[in-house]
């Protein structure tokens, strides 16, 4: 067995695999333990048939701030998508882009069947107040946080009809939910992210986010399959059997092992969705757009391809397409029928595989706290501990990142101030001893 790490953090999701980085940046000896086999947690990609096809359909934003901190954006290759949607609606294909962004397709938002002119000077003031209010300033929107989504698009004056043709069909696949009640605050932050950021695919998966934060440690910083089963008072004790000692514990497992692992520790409710994933021998649009539904049959659809032709080993195409709730293989008839009336035939299409996530992302209803506490009260002597994921800002990549960035820093001040205690401490000692 290796000496006790320093600090031990539990799980190799993102918010984990930032903490450490950011420990071992400091000098600070660190060790991730992971039950799986890989790292990632929710963010991982898979090679079946030839395809990479990523747990779940998730998309990489570089309008998320943390993401600079931390990743070689470069590196990764973005393949980027339209910035803009396709609504299906009643047959019909209206497309939405930002105007700044595909000039040439400029006034198909003017003329799309979303809402009113009244609705489109709505979604223009939106747009641009949160593209230029600083980040700061979106974040303490007087208001917002006590509202739903839906109460602020209709505190803005947004209709019910750009509501159901636009919005409600966009944001849930963003939020994994269709009563868009979560937080207005929340809404803000992400369209702020979607005008100012570009939305795409690394060229070798979503996969190759956590892989390369995992690059930065040193290569027996991260012990995968190795679950823990329990904190102790010095560290924590290994599923498997035996402990290992620590100076300090961050959990940063999912939502519901946390709270397993620090009772008492509030666990939100957890959104979930389906991905089916089709090839098809050419592709059935030819560009790289979200195609979102305004009815609610299926959540968004995309021809990944389009965007990365890494995906694919072959040339054929993949589909990727979302469900919000958990479903299996027997739904995919269903599927496959919404999909034809929106790409026209796809008797010729293959099913490739079925992810059901049924914890992927946690719920943000209103009131949101930003931010929530990252040390955990320990009472006595011991292993100092942490907690950190997207269920302790916000559940997004960002919220991840920023999550293991705080309790690093915490760590790190903790660390600091304790010899110094100890050392006070034992002065006492001696003095009370010598008196």
Not at 36 to 46: F, H, P
Not at 185 to 205: E, M, N
Not at 326 to 340: C, F, K, N, T, Y
């Amino acid at each position: 067995m290796p000496q006790p790490a320093t600090v031990i953090v539990v799980g190799a999701g993102l918010a984990g695999l930032a903490c450490a980085v950011h420990l071992h940046r400091a000098g600070v000896a660190v060790r991730v333990l992971e039950a799986s086999d890989g790292v990632g947690g929710r963010i991982r990609t898979d090679i079946v048939d030839g395809f990479r096809l990523d747990r779940g359909f998730q998309v990489f934003n570089t309008g998320y701030p943390e993401a600079a901190r931390v990743l070689d954006i470069p590196a990764l290759r973005l393949r980027p998508f339209t910035s803009g949607v396709i609504v299906f609606r009643d047959g019909r294909h209206e497309r939405v882009t930002l105007p700044w962004r595909h000039p040439r397709q400029a006034l198909s938002g003017l003329f799309a069947r979303v809402g009113t002119p009244v609705d489109k000077a709505v979604l223009a003031a939106v747009t641009t107040r949160d593209l230029l209010l600083p980040g700061s300033l979106v974040r303490r929107r007087g208001g917002a946080e006590r509202r739903t989504t839906e109460e602020e698009l209709r505190h803005w004056g947004a209709s019910p009809e750009v509501v159901e043709n636009l919005f409600r069909p966009f944001l849930s696949g963003v939020v994994l939910e269709r009563e868009l009640e979560t937080s207005g605050r929340i809404f803000h932050l992400l369209w702020r992210s979607f005008v100012r950021g570009v939305i795409g695919l690394p060229a070798l998966g979503m996969g190759r986010i956590p892989e390369q934060l995992a690059g930065r440690l040193p290569p027996d910083a991260v012990r995968l399959e190795t679950p823990v089963g329990a904190l102790t008072p010095t560290g924590v004790a290994l599923g498997g059997g035996g402990e290992m000692e620590a100076a300090a514990v961050v959990v940063a497992a999912d939502p519901a092992t946390a709270g397993r692992l620090l009772p008492g520790l509030p666990v939100p409710a957890m959104r979930s969705v389906t991905t089916f994933y089709h090839a098809a021998p050419a592709s059935p649009l030819w560009e790289p757009t979200q195609i979102v539904d305004a009815e609610g049959v299926i959540t968004d659809t995309i021809v990944v391809t389009d965007a990365a032709p890494e995906y694919s080993s072959d040339g054929r195409a993949l589909i990727s397409t979302s469900v919000l709730g958990v479903h299996g293989d027997r739904d995919e008839p269903r599927v496959r029928d919404r999909l034809a009336r929106i790409y026209g035939d796809t008797s010729s299409w293959e099913h490739v595989a079925t992810y059901a996530i049924e914890a992927a992302l946690p719920a943000m209803p209103p009131p949101m706290p930003l931010r929530r506490p990252v040390r955990v009260p320990v009472e006595g002597p011991g292993a100092r501990r942490y907690v950190c994921g997207d269920h302790r800002d916000t559940g997004s990549i960002q919220g991840a990142l920023v999550s293991g960035r705080r309790a690093a820093r915490a760590v790190l001040e903790d660390l600091r101030t304790r010899p110094a205690a100890a050392r006070q401490g034992r002065t006492a000692r001696d003095r009370a001893g010598q008196a």
